[in-house]
């Protein structure tokens, strides 16, 4: 018996505002979905953010139900949960994957919390933010429980864990229940594999390379599914490769060495199918920084799909760059970076915590913090 495991599509989603990203992302899960069908399996695990927002355009939404329905024309069934792309965060809300249930779609949900497929429990829960953390760990008890009775348990999972994700978590590893076969996780773009309770868990990453800290992940574990036999007693997992649609190169450029290692990326492009990415850093010496922006526009932006150049700021402070910053309070400075957001919550909230906790008043801070996240993640969007 054996299943893929996928996540992390998010379909309609067009890195830097360009439509050819768009496109790639969605050759990038046909391509995984004529992978599984080739494959063989028996059926589909999808652990959240199929979709990048949760009112997708009627060609999002087209691009996943013409999928749907060759798995169904496969005879594969697929068992899916929402992601927190997936849903609105605002009470009595549905998210898009609900239009599919006629094509064949098994959505886990509050109403649904588990599904028998022959002798296999499949259960799982829809994403849950921070705030709805005590109605997570219930649920979570509840489908262990529900779970006791069958021999392969499978719990699906959309949600930041401590272990894997230090910074942004909503679930520790310690909360999770340990008497599931295979924990089919999703929200971490990047793949991992790891031994837990009586199996294993994994995340399977995105299908696409959609932010830049993922290259180096990519490049050493590849982008893709996972194809999970459940047959025995410990679930076997292999990753299945699909390649990015296009290159994502990451460069540092030392500044005295620009014009050589120009060349070297000229050289680099020129054989790739696909006009591709750059995300340049660049650092060393005294250097303005639109004379540079100038040199890589005339010299590569033809080549590429687009340019993202960073600097370092050492290097810009060696050209006196930043230095009006130095009299600044810490409220003035906050005032200045926050006014790149242009957005007045923002700015209250970072006013706000500074306020509190730089006074020590840490169970303010968790206060504001928590009602800021209700109330503008729950609002229409």
Partial sequence: ????????NHLGYSQYG????EED???AFKENIDKIIEERVDFVIHSGDLFEMAKPSP?????FQEALLKLKNANIDVFAIAGNHDIVMRRNTISPQYLSKNLGLKLIDSKNPYYIYKDIFIGGITYHSKPYKDDLINSLKNLSKQAENYERRILLLHQGIDKFL??????????IPKNFNYYACGHVHNRIMADFGDGKLAYPGSTEILKKNEVIDYKKNGKGFYLVDISGNIPEIEAIDVKPKREFIVKIIQYPNLDNDISNLKREIKDLDKPPILNLLIEGGNFSK??????LNNELSDLTLTVKTDFDIV???KNNIGTELSH???NDLLKKYLSEFANEDIDNLAMNLLDKLSKDKIGDGKRIAAKFYKQYFERDI
């Fill in 59 to 63: 060609h999002v939404l087209l691009v």
């Fill in 315 to 317: 290097s810009l402070r």
């Fill in 166 to 175: 230090p910074w942004q978590y909503e679930l520790e590893l310690d909360e």
């Fill in 1 to 8: 018996m054996k299943f893929a495991h996928i996540a992390d």
């Fill in 25 to 27: 992302v969605f050759e």
């Fill in 328 to 330: 600044l309070s810490a």
């Fill in 18 to 21: 360009l439509y050819p990203r």
């Fill in 290 to 295: 639109s004379d540079v922006l100038e040199v």
